[in-house]
């Protein structure tokens, strides 16, 4: 068990519809960072929170949002859904904001979401 | 551009057999370098590290990894695989954010 948190572990949708992921960083831990797995795409970096503030955008589309709450906790919204986001998608986090080296920047992964969107 | 390759996108090896993943990266900065495990249905676990210092990593499970830093490597061995160990496994960096991982390499040990 890494300490991070995340539900749903599974989320049957449709497309065009709207659904929140959650996640629960390990204690103490400051940043999250979001992933999507799929097959054809791998693991894709998507956005990083630090201590509630944006701090890294990767490959998120538009219609994907993100934020992280005073107690730590973040959610992704994912919006008008496609089939193409059909993926399993993770979070991570880690003690700091990833600045220099050190074990606090390791970033541990929580189980997944798996989204699949009919 | 920052970027993370694996070689290998399935390996199948005997029990007992030795095990090497190769892992390249693309960046020209102080690097740090990450292998991850994914078993089946899990999440991905650490399994070694290299941020610094002696470029011979050791991590869980008998796993190490070599930074050879004129070649841009960070090679991933094990001497004698088991059952056990069949999963996948994900090299990634080049830095600690934003994480780029690799393709993956599927890894099957069998009997």
């Known amino acids: 068990d890494s300490g991070v948190t995340q539900t749903p572990k599974h989320l049957i949708t449709a497309t065009g519809q709207r659904v929140t992921l959650r996640c629960s960083p390990r204690?103490?831990?400051?940043?999250v960072y979001w992933y999507q797995q799929s097959l054809d795409q791998g693991l894709q970096f998507l956005i990083q929170y630090y201590n509630g503030e944006e701090r890294a955008k990767g490959n998120i589309l538009e219609r994907f949002s993100a934020q992280q709450f005073p107690d730590l906790h973040s959610e992704l919204n994912l919006s008008s859904l496609e089939l193409g986001d059909s993926a399993l998608y993770f979070c991570?986090?880690?003690?700091?904001?990833?600045?220099?080296?050190?074990?606090?920047?390791?970033?541990?992964f929580g189980a997944g979401t798996r989204l699949s969107v009919l | 551009a920052q970027s993370v390759s694996q070689h290998n996108h399935h390996v199948i090896l005997s029990e007992a057999a030795s095990l090497e993943l190769g892992c390249n990266y693309s960046y020209g900065g102080t690097v740090n370098l990450f292998w991850y495990v994914q078993y089946p249905g899990q999440h991905l676990q650490l399994l070694l590290k290299?941020?610094?210092?002696?470029?011979l990593v050791k991590g869980i499970k008998g796993f190490e990894a070599e930074f050879i830093k004129s070649k841009f490597s960070f090679n991933l061995r094990k001497p004698s695989v088991q059952w056990s160990d069949t999963a996948e496994y994900f090299c990634?960096?080049?830095?600690?954010?934003?994480?780029?991982f690799g393709k993956g390499t599927r890894l099957s040990v069998i009997a």
């Open positions: 990634a960096g080049p830095r600690n954010t934003p994480l780029v």
């Open positions: 290299y941020f610094s210092g002696d470029p």
């Open positions: 991570a986090s880690s003690g700091t904001g990833g600045q220099g080296d050190g074990t606090k920047n390791i970033q541990y």
């Open positions: 204690s103490g831990d400051l940043s």
